[in-house]
């Protein structure tokens, strides 16, 4: 510490910050950063740089392996672009993971909240029916909503986040029982502060670290269930590409155009560990407690 | 011994219940609801379907008609496939197995290889070996199971050719050693996973151990170090575990319907898929709930060894 005193900009006081400190000096985290951060550059900006968009079919190069010509990663059966379809599809399943995980966030949240601050027959039967919830095999219980209502992107985004607000729920149920206890909060009772400002304003700031990490963790698992049933042909349908149905049709021609799997199954997988890396980061940065012992 | 049974026991049936009214909501999804298998008939007018549904007991309040939907689950009475009329249950019945033998060969082979690389990772901390195995865990957590699976038929089927692509057996053969050559490859495929997350777990079960009083007791003693490992660290780390192989019952009933899908298995992953695709609702719902009572019994059964293996827990 210098004993000149420094003008303290925003900026400053950011990176100044405890828990960006040790998130910025956890090299695992950095590298999901910079994956996630590449990933979506190229998603949104690479189109711009391909001299195809994903619609347009190349007769005369049906089944080109990787880098024939200007086909950077080759391409598909009927001759389009993979690296334009890749791309397009990248936007289609990062905003279905994202949209799920803003979904399904606030759904864990509000339940989580509820159940831990109301305690007793409540919580208790918020708690069991998250347990409940979790005790189908997600991929069955999706399989089967998404082919029991009829799939849009909007109701593939929907059936994601209804099947995976129950880890969040049961982080913030287990914070708020915590918080609750502490005197801050009973002077806000005191105060007589209603309920739900005592819910929303006072405990909810106090949870949102392993909400964030949560919230995370949850959009790796988005984009991972939405390739699981898109592959599966129950997700996002063609002509609109996503990563998991890209696989789909790459199936039959694994023999011949092996390169047809491999690229988009790296994509998902950079995505995934991306945002894994990430989330296991924040924790460490965001979670005070492992660091005290 | 005999409070902790009945408590747990009831905590299975509460859980029953509440998982029997989600299926009955999604059940109630179902384009044309029950009646969907009536309404694909050909010739099928809106009368003749009105009064299916009244001799259903379709036009009864709902909670009426899931208390009949739930007593029938009880008594065994899944319904009819609307493919071959077979009972459902009979129909899970006969695909039982091959899911068995594909997720107990997987968990089998994840545990080993999974507490073999958490132990190590704990003992050498902060290691080579530790280093990279918990980014390679990471990983195996993100990659898509179907994926891996695509790949490993290319490499091992079609470009090494050591390995069959799919199915349980030749047809025409169907002998043990047969079956096993069939098994390899996706058991290691849905074992990858498992394995990340075994040993993740493994890691944090042995460091809590590693520096606690006993062990450091049975340092001073004098026993030897792998003696230490083996008896006191592995053995109070692998209690854990049983729990957490009952949590990871979905994620793994999950994985091998995917697994199933990719190599052909014949299990029940492979019939879901299959029913899916026929809009047999009745082996869907019948597998969803299936799948859900097992991953019930399966913790159940977990608790219940902890609790036998482990005099702390039933005595709490």
Same mark, same amino acid.
């Given at each position: 510490?210098?004993?000149?005193?420094?003008?303290?900009?925003? @900026?400053?006081?950011?990176?100044?910050?405890?828990?960006? @400190?040790?998130?910025?000096?956890?090299?695992?985290?950095?590298?999901?950063?910079?994956?996630?951060?590449?990933?979506?550059?190229?998603?949104?900006?690479?189109?711009?740089?391909?001299?195809?968009?994903?619609?347009?079919?190349?007769?005369?190069?049906?089944?080109?392996?990787?880098?024939?010509?200007?086909?950077?990663?080759?391409?598909?059966?009927?001759?389009?672009?993979?690296?334009?379809?890749?791309?397009?599809?990248?936007?289609?399943?990062?905003?279905?993971?994202?949209?799920?995980?803003?979904?399904?966030?606030?759904?864990?949240?509000?339940?989580?909240?509820?159940?831990?601050? @109301?305690?007793?027959?409540?919580?208790?039967?918020?708690?069991?029916?998250?347990?409940?919830?979790?005790?189908?095999?997600?991929?069955?219980?999706?399989?089967?909503?998404?082919?029991?209502?009829?799939?849009?992107?909007?109701?593939?985004?929907? /059936?994601?986040?209804?099947?995976?607000?129950?880890?969040?729920?049961?982080?913030?149920?287990?914070?708020?029982?915590?918080?609750?206890? @502490?005197?801050?909060?009973?002077?806000?009772?005191?105060?007589?502060?209603?309920?739900?400002?005592?819910?929303?304003?006072?405990?909810?700031?106090?949870?949102?670290?392993?909400?964030?990490?949560?919230?995370?963790?949850?959009?790796?698992?988005?984009?991972?269930?939405?390739?699981?049933?898109?592959?599966?042909?129950?997700?996002?349908?063609?002509?609109?590409?996503?990563?998991?149905?890209?696989?789909?049709?790459?199936?039959?021609?694994?023999?011949?155009?092996?390169?047809?799997?491999?690229?988009?199954?790296?994509?998902?997988?950079?995505?995934?560990?991306?945002?894994?890396? /990430?989330?296991?980061?924040?924790?460490?940065?965001?979670?005070?407690?492992?660091?005290?012992? | 011994?005999?409070?902790?049974? %009945?408590?747990?026991?009831?905590? &299975?049936? $509460?859980?029953?219940?509440?998982? &029997?009214?989600?299926?009955?909501?999604?059940?109630? #999804?179902?384009?044309?609801? !029950? #009646?969907?298998?009536?309404?694909?008939?050909?010739?099928?007018?809106?009368?003749?379907?009105?009064?299916?549904?009244?001799?259903?007991?379709?036009?009864?309040?709902?909670?009426?008609? =899931?208390?009949?939907? #739930?007593?029938?689950?009880?008594?065994?009475?899944?319904?009819?496939?609307?493919?071959?009329?077979?009972?459902?249950?009979?129909? %899970?019945? +006969?695909?039982?197995?091959?899911?068995?033998?594909?997720?107990?060969?997987?968990?089998?082979?994840?545990?080993? $290889?999974?507490?073999?690389?958490?132990?190590?990772?704990?003992?050498?901390?902060? +290691?080579?070996?530790? =280093?990279?195995?918990?980014?390679?865990?990471?990983?195996?957590?993100?990659? !898509?199971?179907?994926?891996?699976?695509?790949?490993? %038929?290319?490499?091992?089927?079609?470009?090494?050719?050591?390995?069959?692509?799919?199915?349980?057996?030749?047809?025409?053969?169907?002998?043990?050693?047969?079956?096993?050559?069939?098994?390899?490859?996706?058991?290691? $495929?849905?074992?990858?996973?498992?394995?990340?997350?075994?040993?993740? =777990?493994?890691?944090?079960?042995?460091?809590?151990?590693?520096?606690?009083?006993?062990?450091?007791?049975?340092?001073?003693?004098?026993?030897?170090?792998?003696?230490?490992?083996?008896?006191?660290?592995?053995?109070?780390?692998?209690?854990?575990?049983?729990?957490?192989?009952?949590?990871? #019952? !979905?994620?793994?009933?999950?994985?091998?319907?995917?697994?199933?899908?990719?190599?052909?298995?014949?299990?029940?992953?492979?019939?879901?898929?299959?029913?899916?695709?026929?809009?047999?609702?009745?082996?869907?719902?019948?597998?969803?709930?299936? &799948?859900? %009572?097992?991953?019930?019994?399966?913790?159940?059964?977990?608790?219940?060894?902890?609790?036998?293996?482990?005099?702390?827990?039933?005595?709490?």
């Amino acid at each position: 510490m210098t004993a000149t005193p420094t003008p303290i900009t925003r @900026r400053r006081r950011f990176l100044d910050n405890r828990a960006v @400190r040790r998130f910025m000096n956890n090299p695992l985290a950095l590298i999901g950063l910079f994956m996630v951060v590449g990933l979506t550059a190229a998603c949104f900006l690479g189109p711009l740089l391909l001299p195809f968009d994903e619609l347009y079919i190349d007769l005369r190069a049906r089944f080109a392996p990787p880098l024939t010509g200007a086909h950077i990663f080759g391409t598909d059966p009927l001759g389009r672009d993979i690296a334009a379809r890749l791309f397009h599809a990248g936007q289609v399943s990062m905003a279905v993971g994202f949209l799920a995980m803003a979904i399904s966030t606030v759904i864990g949240t509000v339940i989580g909240l509820v159940a831990g601050f @109301r305690g007793g027959w409540t919580g208790t039967i918020l708690m069991r029916l998250v347990d409940a919830f979790l005790s189908f095999p997600s991929v069955f219980l999706l399989l089967t909503l998404a082919a029991f209502i009829k799939p849009s992107p909007a109701m593939i985004t929907l /059936i994601i986040a209804v099947t995976s607000w129950m880890e969040v729920a049961r982080i913030v149920d287990t914070e708020v029982k915590s918080v609750r206890e @502490r005197e801050f909060i009973a002077a806000a009772r005191m105060l007589g502060l209603s309920n739900s400002w005592i819910m929303f304003r006072e405990i909810l700031p106090n949870v949102l670290g392993p909400i964030v990490v949560a919230a995370t963790l949850t959009v790796a698992r988005s984009i991972l269930m939405e390739a699981y049933i898109s592959f599966l042909g129950y997700g996002i349908q063609p002509p609109l590409p996503s990563w998991g149905n890209m696989l789909n049709s790459a199936q039959q021609y694994l023999a011949a155009a092996p390169w047809l799997a491999i690229v988009p199954g790296v994509a998902i997988t950079v995505a995934v560990t991306g945002f894994n890396f /990430i989330g296991d980061g924040l924790r460490d940065a965001l979670d005070v407690r492992s660091h005290n012992g | 011994m005999a409070r902790f049974l %009945i408590g747990r026991l009831w905590q &299975s049936i $509460v859980l029953l219940l509440l998982v &029997s009214l989600i299926g009955f909501m999604v059940l109630n #999804l179902a384009p044309g609801g !029950p #009646l969907s298998q009536f309404a694909l008939t050909p010739g099928m007018t809106k009368e003749a379907l009105d009064r299916i549904a009244e001799q259903m007991g379709l036009n009864r309040p709902l909670p009426v008609q =899931y208390l009949d939907w #739930l007593w029938k689950l009880v008594r065994g009475d899944w319904g009819k496939s609307f493919r071959d009329n077979r009972p459902v249950l009979d129909v %899970i019945g +006969s695909h039982l197995f091959a899911t068995l033998l594909l997720m107990g060969a997987s968990t089998l082979l994840s545990m080993l $290889v999974g507490a073999w690389i958490g132990i190590r990772s704990a003992v050498r901390r902060g +290691s080579l070996f530790d =280093y990279s195995m918990t980014v390679l865990c990471f990983v195996a957590l993100s990659v !898509p199971t179907f994926w891996i699976g695509l790949v490993a %038929i290319f490499l091992f089927s079609l470009r090494l050719g050591w390995l069959p692509a799919g199915n349980m057996y030749t047809v025409g053969d169907g002998s043990v050693r047969d079956i096993l050559i069939h098994l390899v490859m996706p058991t290691c $495929v849905l074992a990858l996973v498992n394995v990340a997350t075994w040993a993740r =777990y493994m890691r944090t079960a042995t460091l809590e151990v590693i520096n606690q009083d006993f062990v450091r007791t049975a340092h001073a003693k004098g026993l030897a170090p792998r003696r230490i490992l083996m008896k006191h660290i592995v053995g109070n780390a692998l209690l854990p575990m049983i729990t957490l192989a009952g949590m990871q #019952l !979905p994620t793994l009933l999950g994985g091998a319907l995917v697994t199933e899908t990719v190599f052909t298995w014949p299990g029940m992953g492979r019939l879901f898929l299959d029913s899916l695709g026929y809009n047999d609702y009745p082996v869907v719902m019948g597998l969803l709930m299936f &799948s859900a %009572i097992l991953v019930l019994a399966g913790n159940l059964i977990a608790d219940l060894l902890v609790a036998f293996v482990d005099p702390r827990i039933r005595l709490e």
